[in-house]
T-cell receptor
Framework: EPEVTQTPSHQVTQMGQEVILRCVPI?????FYWYRQILGQKVEFLVS????????KSEIFDDQFSVERPDGSNFTLKIRSTKLEDSAMYFC??????????????FGPGTRLTVL | LAKTTQPISMDSYEGQEVNITCSHN???????ITWYQQFPSQGPRFIIQ???TKVTNEVASLFIPADRKSSTLSLPRVSLSDTAVYYC??????????????FGDGTTLTVKP
């Protein structure tokens, strides 16, 4: 069964550093998403991406965050200057469509980001 | 967006059937009901989606009454590995309102031996 993959599984960084989290969505999917989950808290939507541009973003997704699809397979989330409160599990997801029956989202295993 | 209400937690024993009910009183005409499962340190996983009546797949059944103001996820004969958080989401396909919708608190199901 096709799956979403994410690298690295765990990233440790110093406050103020830039990090790039990588995702490979399912190959025939057109819609891509990033979520985060702070330890013990809810899964929070960050951003959705389609046709090489952001479709929707949440209040969390401020100027420190950016997303990119640099080639035909990868989807990345960049945090420009990490803060302690960015420590969380980051999940990438993809879906085949935006429609009623085809937008089931498939999630990757997550990247645990620890900011020291 | 339709707000959903689920029990915070449920306990069950292996082999039992578990029913988790979600209330969504202000569900819109075009909204679908989708359930996800999340194990610790893993991403949410799609379980089942429905619009009305009953939907069944190899994992679960989803019961939706005629007024669609609630839905019940039914897990037959649970095992220890079904211990997870279960989320009910309501929307016009979840991704459409992704910018405004989010996972709620979910129901933490604990299956005991």
């Amino acid at each position: 069964e096709p799956e979403v993959t994410q690298t690295p599984s765990h990233q440790v960084t110093q406050m103020g550093q830039e990090v790039i989290l990588r995702c490979v969505p399912i190959s025939n999917h057109l819609y891509f998403y990033w979520y985060r989950q702070i330890l013990g808290q809810k899964v929070e939507f960050l951003v959705s991406f389609y046709n090489n541009e952001i479709s929707e973003k949440s209040e969390i997704f401020d100027d420190q965050f950016s997303v990119e699809r640099p080639d035909g397979s990868n989807f990345t989330l960049k945090i420009r200057s990490t803060k302690l409160e960015d420590s969380a599990m980051y999940f990438c997801a993809s879906s085949e469509g935006w429609g009623l029956l085809t937008d089931t989202q498939y999630f990757g295993p997550g990247t645990r980001l620890t900011v020291l | 967006l339709a707000k959903t209400t689920q029990p915070i937690s449920m306990d069950s024993y292996e082999g039992q059937e578990v029913n988790i009910t979600c209330s969504h009183n202000n569900i819109a005409t075009n909204d679908y009901i989708t359930w996800y499962q999340q194990f610790p340190s893993q991403g949410p996983r799609f379980i089942i989606q429905g619009y009305k009546t009953k939907v069944t797949n190899e994992v679960a059944s989803l019961f939706i009454p005629a007024d669609r103001k609630s839905s019940t996820l039914s897990l037959p004969r649970v095992s220890l590995s079904d211990t997870a958080v279960y989320y009910c989401l309501v929307g016009l396909g979840w991704g459409t309102n992704a910018g405004k919708s989010t996972f709620g608190d979910g129901t933490t199901l604990t299956v005991k031996p």
